[in-house]
């Protein structure tokens, strides 16, 4: 396919058509589907396929919108329209590796992000995992960047995992976990190995249901980081922070010491208090630039490992 294709195009390198007209061709037989770079001012509607896109140097400008038994994977894309994904009859599964996108309103589905980078701005939420009856979301971002937004909202049985992941720049007096304007959610959250900077947590009371582990949450300023006895962390760092948290091995109000926050590097610094100071008995995973963990005695807090000079 190419930006230039035509509605009656043959779908080959030697007569490309338009992203519709590929998706139509979509069988048992032909779940490939290779994209040209350029721009494509469309929205792509997907019902009921299972296909691959590759998509590298494609400007996908409506976004995708993905219904019922859909289970797509989208590599290398950039699509500032996001991703609506419905479901009627059936959860659709989507999968995106190294792309950019506005952001994801699962309603529901599950979505899983590798490699990738959501920019909601400042009107959208990244995330919004909402339920339909007994089907609820399931999304997961791992080694991917969210820079800005109004929170996420993660709805009844819904449930979200990240892991090596940085989470940044919440619009003002927003909280990172929100649902239609209420802070605190129903769904289960965990967010292990992550970097949580001007995103605080207002986790309201009640039983335990967003669970942090080796990771860091930190905002310039006074205002607590987290709040609410929902939260439950172990071998996290938060600052700041003035009243008592739930869990084990909380660093509170300790210097991550960040290599420069306010232009998103959020590597460690040597004498960071997230040196080492991860959960010993954790399965080792590459961070958020790959490095393997541990480089120091043990696993380090965040989506950073630190790498001490040779």
Same mark, same amino acid.
């Given at each position: ?31 490939? %589907? ?12 997907? $019902? ?17 919108? %993905? ?23 059936? $959860? ?6 190294? %792309? ?17 980078? @959501?920019? =909601? ?5 990244? @995330? ?37 992941? %940085? ?93 420069? =926050? ?49």
């Amino acid at each position: 396919m190419s930006a230039t294709g035509a509605p009656t195009g043959a779908c080959t390198m030697a007569e490309t058509c338009t992203i519709a007209k590929a998706i139509t061709l979509v069988d048992t037989g032909h779940r490939y %589907v290779k994209l040209a770079g350029g721009n494509y001012p469309v929205s792509v509607d997907v $019902t009921d396929k299972q296909f691959t896109m590759h998509a590298a140097g494609a400007t996908i400008g409506g976004g995708f919108q %993905v219904v019922d038994t859909s289970d797509i994977t989208i590599r290398g894309a950039d699509i500032p329209g996001g991703l609506l994904a419905t479901s009627s009859t059936a $959860t659709p599964k989507i999968t995106f590796e190294h %792309v950019t996108l506005l952001n994801i309103i699962a309603n529901p589905a599950t979505v899983t992000l590798r490699d990738s980078r @959501v920019t =909601p701005g400042t009107q959208n939420s990244a @995330v919004s995992a909402q339920t339909n009856g007994a089907r609820a979301s399931s999304i997961t971002l791992d080694r991917t960047v969210v820079d800005g937004g109004d929170g996420m909202c993660i709805q009844g049985t819904s449930q979200l995992h990240v892991t090596n992941s %940085v989470i940044a720049n919440q619009i003002p007096n927003s909280s990172l976990l929100y649902c239609n304007g209420v802070p605190g959610v129903t769904g289960q959250i965990t967010i292990e190995h992550s970097t949580l900077y001007e995103a605080p947590i207002a986790c309201a009371t009640g039983t335990a249901n967003v669970h942090l582990i080796n990771t860091i949450v930190a905002r310039a300023g006074s205002a607590d980081a987290v709040t609410g006895s929902r939260c439950e962390l172990a071998y996290t760092l938060v600052t700041p922070s003035t009243t008592a948290l739930i869990g084990s091995h909380i660093l509170q109000n300790a210097d991550p010491m960040f290599t420069s =926050p306010t232009t998103g590097d959020f590597h460690l610094r040597v004498g960071s208090a997230a040196i080492d100071a991860g959960d010993p008995t954790t399965t080792p995973i590459p961070d958020l630039d790959g490095t393997p963990r541990p480089q120091g005695a043990a696993v380090d807090l965040g989506a950073f490992e630190y790498k001490p000079l040779m």
